[in-house]
């Protein structure tokens, strides 16, 4: 399993597809969204600059972590992951490594985002910025969850407009280009983004963390894994 795992990350890193779109793409849209808006407060104590850092952290992470569900129908597409089921690996272990693989790769998204953020002026203190790595990247396991179950969801070929769908959809409920408050904000805010950007907003402004909305956000990764197992077993029962 962690021989495939690193197989997949080092696959997914020389992927110019996932560069663009996973780094140089929510990068560009923080440099651009934030400059937008100034020095303008969006929401109570937090500005443009440290609103667009988190949002455009989770944007592409979100993003590097569905385009698994790409990556898994061109393998069953091709029969790859037929053979795979030929050796001794666990079907266990296959899910668990591409979440595993899927999570790592959404490192450098965040790390990208946070290092230009830095440079155009937002101040945190040493802890803060750690902590706020470490919780955005633990929470895009939940997105690679749902990113694995999407690639068994759907015939290879049908693949593509779910994952855009799931991922504008949800940027769309969670914040990510403008907060969104009143009864919708409400209701949104239970949505998984919403909750993961809610997170590192929390973490930034030293604010307590919120215990509902926490268990909720874990409640999505076992719904999603759970979902991502079942519906390999189903593919499976196929062949």
Same mark, same amino acid.
């Given at each position: 399993?962690?021989?495939?795992?690193?197989?997949?990350?080092?696959?997914?890193?020389?992927?110019?597809?996932?560069?663009?779109?996973?780094?140089?793409?929510?990068?560009?849209?923080?440099?651009?969204?934030?400059?937008?808006?100034?020095?303008?407060?969006?929401?109570p104590g937090i500005d443009a600059k440290t609103y667009f850092m988190v949002a455009m952290a989770t944007f592409g992470t979100v993003g590097a972590a569905l385009n698994t569900a790409m990556r898994i129908s061109t393998e069953r597409k091709a029969g790859w992951v037929r053979q795979l089921r030929l050796t001794s690996l666990p079907s266990w272990g296959y899910v668990a490594a591409k979440i595993g693989a899927a999570a790592a790769a959404t490192l450098p998204a965040i790390l990208a985002v946070f290092v230009l953020a830095a440079a155009q002026g937002v101040r945190l203190s040493a802890p803060t910025w750690i902590g706020l790595v470490l919780a955005l990247w633990i929470g895009a396991f939940v997105f690679s969850a749902l990113g694995v179950a999407i690639g068994y969801m759907a015939p290879p070929d049908g693949v593509q407009p779910i994952v855009m769908v799931f991922?504008?959809?949800?940027?769309?409920?969670?914040?990510?280009?403008?907060?969104?408050?009143?009864?919708?904000?409400?209701?949104?805010?239970?949505?998984?983004?919403?909750?993961?950007?809610?997170?590192?907003?929390?973490?930034?402004?030293? @604010?307590?963390?919120?215990?509902?909305?926490?268990?909720?956000?874990? @409640? %999505?990764?076992?719904?999603?894994?759970?979902?991502?197992?079942?519906? %390999?077993?189903?593919?499976?029962?196929?062949?």
């Open positions: 399993m962690k021989t495939l795992m690193r197989l997949e990350v080092l696959r997914i890193l020389r992927n110019r597809r996932y560069l663009f779109f996973t780094i140089v793409y929510p990068v560009g849209l923080f440099a651009i969204m934030s400059g937008s808006y100034g020095n303008h407060d969006l929401l991922y504008i959809g949800m940027a769309f409920l969670g914040g990510t280009w403008f907060a969104i408050t009143g009864t919708f904000g409400r209701i949104a805010g239970w949505t998984p983004i919403a909750l993961y950007n809610e997170l590192g907003r929390t973490i930034e402004t030293g @604010g307590s963390v919120n215990v509902g909305h926490m268990a909720a956000l874990a @409640g %999505y990764l076992v719904v999603f894994v759970a979902l991502a197992s079942r519906l %390999y077993q189903r593919d499976k029962q196929k062949i």
